[in-house]
């Protein structure tokens, strides 16, 4: 229980801090209040402060006409940054409500990559406003952008490059960095690629060791050890998890010929880190996508297939119960006692499947390890299922007096438990073989088979021993 | 539906990366192969390719044997960097048969927070052993990083940092670059702190900056927009939300009088931020921590006691039944059909929890929206459960051609909906106001929340209406 006390004081310390970084409420009803009193000058001093990704999220939280009001009256001020912020659920609803002026001028702002970002899920006529209002050559790099697969790297990466030949010296890459405009740089960066002469990279240098080198240093002589290249076609959850295992602050991104065409760094990997994470967290819990911001209707549709699902599981493991309609009659304890057994199983089942999930997700579980993993959770299962057992045995000697009814549910416990932990780490497994994410569909599988061989061992089992 | 086939495909793309970076089992093969013959040679040729992280998932990924075996024959060339790759569960087994050479060999190449990373959960004596082998001066900055309490931006920050007087020009700043040795400079930079006379930080100025500029411009007047200063004491979860919402790269950290004491970088927040978010989902299961290179009984130990509290919940709920027990020998049908209302709002709580949990985690969920919110996820559990009535109603009537007992689980399952949506949401804020983490506890509660309401609700109405 140790383990459990430290959570708990550690969870003590996550609240204060939950308040850090939070936006703090008394703000928002200033803010509020402003923009019910149309006072445009209290407004604007009050979001002043406020970091873009802050006003987001200020926008995110109040409600519709609200953030209707807050934008009209906010207008001019409206900057680029907050749009690429937004949570796609509002970002069109927002967008709508700017002035053409007002989103030209905020669109203008934002990098190509941002754009790309920021366009991507929006309406055919929202998308061309936005890119009419580009300039030509920034256009042309967000459609060029947009031509490869959505959750690509090749969508994810910057375009702006700085790269260098092999045979280039310290101070010839410096001199050109000088030379270079402002405009052809990305406003953001930590390496110089080296690129051989058909432009394919072969090695990453630090700013750092560039600026403290000698100028006759050749940069072939001070590359960085580790060093990714990432195929454009590959999917941006594979490309995070890369930066996450080799400590990438940023890598080349190659076309098909393994020509250099772009970068991604790591700001952009964290938070595609970030959005896998709410993905198998949602998904595990059947909550699809869905944000807060969503409204009713869109939050009910999505929430609609998964009780369904569940539903007809949950049917399923009433027929089996109704099988047993006579014993139960006779029986009116076994009724009693029959969720407990599935209850315990479904949970047992959630455990090994969002570890399985989880191990998936991270390449943990690997063909080298699955059988012992699968062993292990079984054996994890009977453990606690034996443990369980005796409880629930006493349980129903002392609650119902019969201890043949104490055996019974005993053994039902085990072996749902077994089970439990067999299909819990099976069926993510199964799935993620046959191409369908573990994270979206396990839950329903694993709880009906825990239900349905829960309700049948002990109902089965009660009617062979108690009849 | 279709987004859920959008989902499917998205999950058929996901699979087929999923071998991207994950070990290649006959690689894991032919090195097992080589342990087992005592190849020394041939093991080192094949393990030379690998990264230390992969490596260190190697060895997570077999069992204890082939582990022991492998390192024995790996020998000297065991590089510090697989043991700060290493899971903790497994890092005491690994250090302890690694021999004092070539442990103080592998500790000596590592950086003082990686050390810090590496020894904070390990045994004093192999503590001692570690810090024992490291130099005077890297054990000093060990020691004086583990005086920062756990889990604190202290512990997390690197003291090496480059800084700049706020009066500096960018040769000034260059030049001092170059002078200063290569030891008092962390491996990886992107920025210079900018500093004034009491050592506050006032600003940031990236390496790209200070490249492309000439050496009179002075650094205030080349500062990044975006900076954030953070106090030793702050949760490094915290740490990491600040870096993924205001997009940091790296930032400076203080000590309570405001001076300039070390700095943490985007790549340790990432780090971080996966730990949170693997911790926020295997707790959302009832999983304290956990991981597969656990062994059996350390395993059953963090499972065991949140299957106790579900035991207890669900003993709970068969109370309710069994204060029933006369409507359900009359009926048995209810027996058949009480689990199904128990289910739906089980996983329409768990839904509402989900997302409940994950926006606490966001800050998205806040004093500004909380109601709002709870109103939403009650109204979506009420329009759910409308529908599922009307089914249930009809499966009611047609299974047991009883139109009373269709618009009794109708009914019950309304309102159990509509109390999920309720205990979904309020529960977890409420546990966050208490100080307790949401993740950790809340299922439980909710669950038992929608069993105990779901089995009254109908057991309750039909002993009224049907008897």
Redesign the interface.
């Known amino acids: 229980?140790s383990?459990?006390i430290e959570?708990?004081e550690?969870?003590?310390?996550?609240?204060?801090?939950?308040e850090?970084?939070?936006?703090d409420?008394k703000a928002?009803?200033a803010i509020l209040t402003a923009v019910e009193e149309g006072d445009q000058a209290g407004l604007t001093a009050l979001m002043e402060p406020l970091?873009a990704?802050?006003i987001a999220?200020l926008l995110?939280?109040?409600?519709a006409d609200d953030r209707a009001a807050l934008i009209r009256l906010y207008d001019r001020e409206f900057d680029g940054e907050i749009l690429s912020e937004l949570h796609e659920s509002i970002r069109e609803e927002v967008i709508s409500l700017l002035t053409p002026e007002v989103l030209s001028e905020a669109v203008r702002e934002l990098d190509s990559d941002d754009v790309v970002d920021l366009i991507e899920d929006l309406e055919n006529d929202q998308q061309e406003a936005i890119l009419g209002a580009l300039e030509d050559v920034d256009r042309v790099a967000v459609e060029q952008a947009l031509s490869w697969p959505e959750?690509s790297a090749g969508r994810l990466m910057q375009r702006e490059v700085v790269m260098a030949p092999e045979h280039w010296t310290v101070g010839q890459t410096?001199d050109h960095?000088?030379k270079?405009a402002e405009e052809d740089?990305p406003d953001?960066?930590?390496h110089i690629v080296m690129v051989d002469p058909r432009l394919h990279p072969v090695g990453n240098v630090?700013?750092?060791k560039?600026?403290?080198s000698k100028r006759d240093t050749l940069l072939k002589d001070i590359l960085e050890d580790?060093f990714q290249v990432i195929p454009a076609m590959?999917?941006e959850?594979?490309v995070a998890?890369?930066?996450?295992?080799?400590?990438l602050?940023s890598a080349p991104v190659v076309d098909d010929e393994g020509r250099l065409i772009g970068v991604i760094t790591?700001?952009d990997?964290?938070?595609v880190?970030?959005e896998e994470?709410?993905e198998?967290?949602?998904?595990?819990?059947?909550?699809?996508?869905?944000?807060?911001s969503d409204r009713?209707i869109e939050?009910?549709k999505?929430?609609?297939?998964?009780?369904?699902v569940?539903?007809v599981t949950?049917?399923a493991?009433?027929m089996v119960?109704?099988q047993f309609?006579a014993a139960?009659?006779q029986i009116?304890?076994?009724?009693?006692?029959?969720?407990?057994v599935?209850?315990?199983g479904g949970?047992?089942g959630?455990?090994s499947?969002?570890?399985a999930v989880?191990?998936?997700a991270?390449?943990?579980?690997?063909?080298?390890?699955v059988w012992?993993?699968i062993r292990?959770e079984c054996?994890?299962g009977l453990?606690?299922g034996l443990?369980?057992a005796a409880?629930?045995g006493v349980?129903g000697i002392v609650w119902f007096g019969s201890p043949a009814l104490g055996y019974v549910i005993a053994t039902a416990m085990v072996v749902n438990m077994v089970v439990a932990g067999l299909a819990g780490t099976g069926i993510p497994i199964l799935l993620?073989r046959f191409?369908?994410?573990p994270a979206?569909a396990s839950g329903a599988f694993v709880?009906t088979v825990t239900?349905v061989v829960g309700?049948f061992a002990f109902l089965g089992l009660a009617a062979l021993v108690l009849l």
């Open positions: 229980m383990d459990q959570e708990l550690q969870a003590a310390v996550e609240e204060d801090e939950n850090a970084y939070s936006l409420r928002v009803a970091h990704a802050d999220d995110e939280q109040v409600d959750y410096i960095l000088r270079t740089l953001q960066f930590y630090t700013l750092g560039l600026m403290r580790t590959r999917d959850g594979d998890y890369a930066f996450n295992q080799y400590h602050i790591i700001d990997a964290m938070s880190l970030d994470h709410e198998d967290i949602l998904r595990l819990a059947g909550v699809g996508e869905g944000s807060l009713v939050t009910t999505q929430r609609l297939p998964w009780l369904a569940n539903l949950a049917i493991a009433s119960i109704s309609e139960i009659t009116v304890a076994l009724a009693v006692l029959m969720p407990i599935a209850s315990m949970n047992a959630t455990q499947l969002t570890v989880r191990a998936i991270t390449r943990d579980l690997t063909g080298s390890n012992r993993v292990r054996l994890v453990i606690n443990i369980f409880v629930m349980v993620e191409g369908v994410d979206l709880t239900d309700f």
